[in-house]
């Protein structure tokens, strides 16, 4: 190894290791952000306040979705090129670390389509609850969603018998199901996040409760809500009581 730090910048690449783990802080911020316009928006169509700002606040949803994408896909970028540069193979270079991140970067961006952004998990789930309240508030429906929720429930019929309502944490039915993004496991949503952020505080990560998975640091932005499986749940739960009824 070069013992001249300007031979190779490895003070460089340790401030930069510092930096991308404050930058990783920046999701949190996305998350609330996400939350705050679902909460507006959901307040809005509920006092039936005529804003007129449905769209608008769907746009902004899309804008924290897409910010969010990019932050990741940068954070990937550095991550890799950090690992890349300490490699054994590159001690005896000097390389040109942004030139490095923006080659990445620019790999990464190239498969970003709109139509990504439009079928993301989140924005999916704000538009339904939106459609959900409005239903039950009695207000008129976009028709073009009436596809989408008919796939919906489509899905919930096809996975319903081979699906698992029970919480790999609390063991019991499971009434606010979110899938973890990267091993596709589910988990009550107030349990698993209590589980992260005690880990998270204590400067440990978290692993998927879920036995036999090998994810071992789960996030809270890893976490989306399982639209279909919360459905599913419901309906499961209607028949249920429904049935009771009848036997008695």
Not at 205 to 215: E, I, N, Q, R, Y
Request: aromatic content about 4%; proline content about 3%; glycine content about 2%.
């Amino acid at each position: 190894m070069p013992e001249n730090s300007e031979d190779f910048p490895w003070i460089f690449v340790n401030n930069v290791d510092n930096a991308l783990s404050n930058l990783k802080n920046c999701e949190a911020y996305i998350v609330a952000g996400m939350q705050s316009v679902t909460n507006t928006a959901l307040d809005l169509v509920a006092t039936q306040t005529d804003t007129g700002d449905d769209y608008n606040m769907e746009n902004l949803m899309s804008e924290y979705v897409e910010m969010d994408r990019n932050l990741n896909q940068y954070i990937t970028a550095v991550e890799t090129t950090l690992n890349q540069v300490k490699d054994k193979n590159y001690l005896n270079l000097t390389p040109n670390l942004k030139a490095l991140v923006e080659e990445k970067l620019v790999a990464l961006k190239s498969s970003n389509t709109e139509e990504d952004l439009k079928k993301d998990d989140r924005l999916v789930q704000f538009r339904k609850q939106l459609r959900d309240v409005k239903k039950q508030c009695g207000l008129p429906v976009d028709p073009t969603d009436d596809d989408s929720e008919e796939q919906i429930d489509e899905d919930m019929f096809v996975t319903q018998s081979q699906t698992n309502f029970t919480c790999p944490i609390t063991q019991l039915e499971m009434k606010k199901p979110v899938k973890n993004k990267v091993c596709g496991h589910t988990y009550e949503e107030e349990a698993i996040r209590r589980i992260i952020e005690s880990k998270h505080k204590r400067k440990k990560k978290a692993c998927c409760p879920k036995v036999g998975c090998s994810h071992t640091d789960v996030k809270l932005t890893d976490l989306v809500q399982d639209v279909v499986l919360r459905r599913a749940i419901e309906n499961h739960r209607r028949t249920a009581d429904s049935r009771n009824k009848q036997s008695h």
